[in-house]
């Protein structure tokens, strides 16, 4: 079966830096995506990896290993408008998008 | 970045009656829109697949008789909930991608109550 499977919820504090993690199983691989979802709007995006490694992009960063089958965000700097929650989904064989339960992120002042 | 628009954003119904939502895809042409529902602490899921001026793709589960999609144009695909209930009642979002798989851009949401 396909799968996806991230942290509930993670707690970090102001200033500092946090790793979501997610691992996946899906039938086939186009890539892997991340999304930020506040509460009660509609998510954005933030990353799209389709190849090894790490991509960069300001305070956020994504990684990838398709032999391990897991990606992480990293957050660097945190800011308090940084809590929301984070959604990993994985793109199947069928460019179908098989999203996570997402990742409730608190920010600590 | 792109920008997509989902009007209304907020609709009450009676039952029985039909909603149509639409989403706009506003400085770019969208070959494919996607239809998804969010019951509250869930995560999204995908409803339905939209290609211009094709019928669109329904996941497992979902009737398409009751939730219909038409994509008609590049910039403009419609879901119209027939005879809504209250178990009806969801957070709705669209998204769109200027090519068939790559990047997606979301509506604001549309948030359905069904009396």
């Known amino acids: 079966g396909q799968n996806i499977d991230q942290p509930t919820e993670m707690t970090a504090t102001e200033g500092a830096i946090v790793q979501i993690n997610c691992t996946y199983q899906?039938?086939?691989?186009?890539?892997l995506f991340w999304y930020q979802q506040h509460a009660g709007e509609a998510p954005t995006f933030l990353s799209y990896?389709?190849l090894d490694g790490l991509e960069e992009k300001g305070r956020f960063s994504s990684f990838l290993s398709r032999s391990k089958g897991y990606s992480y965000l990293l957050l660097k700097e945190l800011q308090m408008k940084d809590s929301a929650s984070y959604l990993c989904?994985?793109?199947?064989?069928?460019?179908?998008?098989?999203w996570g339960a997402g990742t409730k992120l608190i920010i600590k002042p | 970045g792109a920008v997509v628009s989902q009007h209304p954003s907020w609709v009450i119904c009676k039952s029985g009656t039909s909603v149509k939502i639409e989403c706009r895809s506003l400085?770019?042409?969208?070959?494919?829109m996607f239809w998804y529902r969010q019951f509250p602490k869930q995560s999204l899921m995908l409803m339905a697949t939209s290609n211009e001026g094709s019928k669109a793709t329904y996941e497992q589960g979902v009737e398409k008789d009751k939730f219909l999609i038409n994509h008609a144009s590049l910039t403009l695909s419609t879901l119209t909930v027939t005879s809504a209930h209250p178990e009806d009642s969801s957070f709705y979002i669209c998204s769109a991608s200027e090519t068939e798989y790559g990047e997606l851009f979301f509506g604001e949401g549309s948030r359905l109550t069904v009396l």
């Open positions: 400085d770019f042409q969208a070959t494919t």
């Open positions: 990896n389709v």
């Open positions: 989904a994985s793109m199947d064989s069928n460019y179908q998008l098989i």
């Open positions: 899906t039938s086939g691989f186009n890539g």
